[in-house]
């Protein structure tokens, strides 16, 4: 799935979360490194996993796929995708990108029909900056409507790719024969819908969506204490009620796409366990 590399901006206000540098190796702890987790009042998920990594990743997963998607918001995800490290209420594209670049660090996101899912990864000892544009990122949106004008090449730069990977496109006719709605949702945005996701249509998403009980936040090199205590001085999730979460629904069919060539993709796929 295409994933967006964006910069960083670090910023003093913006600093609240930290970890321990990685300790000598006859400090390390014997045995196996635990998962630790907990979970705020919010209903807010937290794990973590301090392995000592020199290099630290927290990511945030957001229950917020394209199967949540209406028809009035089809590709609502592939446009967030692209407008993760543009400007939020607090940064600007610009302050996002050199701050994170200059810590070394990095931020992306990536999507499933089922999740968006923002990265920062950064030096153990630096990565506050790149967790504090992606409490932004994640939480803070503005989606100023020039920007969002100026990145619709990207849409239909994913578009384009999409139909010169067959694997891709396969897997996206799998989805639309085998669901009439939710999973049958394409990772891409249909074609017009381009250019039609604005503020106004994000930002009703979002709100919608990303709630607190829809998301966990996951660290990679970074002790639990440490990771509770960066969420909650740097993120603003929404804590409204849990939207309802209607489970798909399998129904066999068949779709046929002729892309020319002397090669035939086919796949064959049956109802799971669920």
């Known amino acids: 799935m295409p994933v967006r590399n964006i910069g960083s901006k670090g910023v003093s206000n913006l600093r609240g ?9 006859h400090d390390l702890h014997q045995g196996k490194p635990q998962v630790k987790s907990t979970k705020l009042p919010n209903g807010l998920t937290i794990l973590a996993l301090e392995n000592y990594s020199p290099i630290s990743r927290i990511g945030v997963v957001v229950r917020a796929g394209a199967r949540f998607e209406t028809p009035g918001q ?8 692209v407008a993760a490290g543009l400007s939020t209420q607090r ?3 610009f302050g996002i990108t050199r701050n994170i670049d200059y810590q070394g660090g990095s931020l992306t996101c990536s999507t499933t029909r089922d999740d968006l899912i923002y990265v920062a990864e950064a030096n153990r000892d630096q990565i506050s900056a790149p967790v504090a544009y992606l409490a932004d990122t994640v939480t803070r949106h503005a989606f100023k409507p020039w920007e969002l004008s100026d ?7 994913d578009r384009k790719r999409m139909k010169e990977q067959p694997e891709v496109r396969l897997m996206e006719l799998l989805h639309a024969s085998a669901f ?3 999973l049958s949702n394409s990772l891409y945005s249909p074609k017009h819908m381009v250019g039609k996701h604005d503020h106004n ?3 009703d998403y979002v709100n919608k969506n990303f709630v607190s009980s829809r998301i966990a936040v996951v660290g990679l090199g970074v002790e639990l204490p440490y990771l509770v205590e960066g969420v909650e001085k740097t993120f ?3 804590s409204a009620p849990l939207p309802e979460i209607v489970k798909p629904k399998f129904t066999a069919g068949n779709l046929r796409k002729e892309g020319g060539g002397n090669v035939a993709y ?3 796929v049956t109802e799971g366990v669920s």
């Open 180 to 182: 009439k709605s939710g």
């Open 17 to 25: 979360f930290a970890t321990k540098s990685a300790p000598k190796s």
């Open 74 to 81: 089809l590709g609502a995800t592939h446009a967030l995708r």
């Open 266 to 268: 086919v796949a064959v």
């Open 236 to 238: 603003a999730f929404n």
């Open 151 to 157: 990145n619709t090449f990207r849409i239909k730069i």
């Open 201 to 203: 249509l994000l930002m």
């Open 91 to 93: 940064s600007t594209t």
